[in-house]
């Protein structure tokens, strides 16, 4: 058995750097990797096939799919909270992990939606709820757009791998206990902790100065 764990370790290691290290050899084109950021002649920015401010979360189930996928108000006790769309297991090209896509929906809608909700939980952190959209409200919740995305990848992305494929940041900032690396003209944060898993966030790049409070 701990073999098997090690080999599939090793494998999955092999199948994150594989494409750093042997880009000569490798001809295969694999889409829908984080690094994979592209600037709209919007200003904003498309990754995982999204097109951040314009696609609805009703576009992102078409595109990623409804496998293993939550429609929720997210909220601490002293917040309206925020609608949220949540892939448990997602895989972005070779490589997965947990994603996020976040709305701006206003906090009008999100009071109705969190009175009529399905059932609530408590998060895992037990400091905020999650109350799941009722099927009375998923369709007008769906016409939400996109505002931003985070990444939680399973494997681990350390400084080597994230200057080989993201880049040189534009600056790195000490913030809440991780490593910010930061690359503002294309709306993309990514923070490495010591003890926790990496975090990638994506928003527009005109959104990118209110980055710190929109994660909060």
């Known amino acids: ?12 290691a092999v199948l994150l750097v594989y494409p750093i290290l042997n880009k000569s050899e490798n001809t295969e084109i694999i889409t829908g990797l984080p690094w994979q950021v592209d600037v709209m002649p919007d200003g904003a920015t498309q990754v995982f096939g999204l097109h951040i401010g314009v696609s609805r979360l009703s576009d992102v ?3 990623l799919g409804d496998d293993d996928v939550e429609l929720a108000i997210i909220a601490a006790s002293d917040e309206v909270g925020s609608l949220e769309m949540y892939y448990g297991h997602f895989r972005a090209g070779v490589i ?16 109705d939606w969190r009175e009529n909700a399905a059932k609530f939980d408590y998060m895992a952190s037990g400091q905020a709820k999650k109350y799941i959209v009722s099927d009375d409200d998923i369709k007008l919740a769906l016409n939400e757009a996109v505002t931003g995305l985070t990444f939680i990848p399973a494997l681990n992305l350390d400084e080597e791998i994230i200057l080989a494929r993201f880049g040189e940041p534009d600056e790195r900032v000490q913030l809440g206990g991780a490593t910010h690396f ?4 294309k709306g993309l944060d990514i923070a490495v902790f010591e003890d926790a898993k990496e975090v990638i966030q994506y928003v527009a ?5 209110n980055i710190d409070g929109m994660r909060e």
């Open 1 to 12: 058995m701990k073999k098997t764990l090690l080999a599939f370790a090793l494998l999955a």
């Open 61 to 63: 189930l078409g595109i």
């Open 96 to 111: 997965a992990g947990k994603l996020v896509v976040q709305t701006h929906a206003s906090k009008q809608d999100i009071k």
């Open 182 to 185: 930061r690359y503002a003209a």
């Open 205 to 209: 790049p005109y959104d990118f100065k």
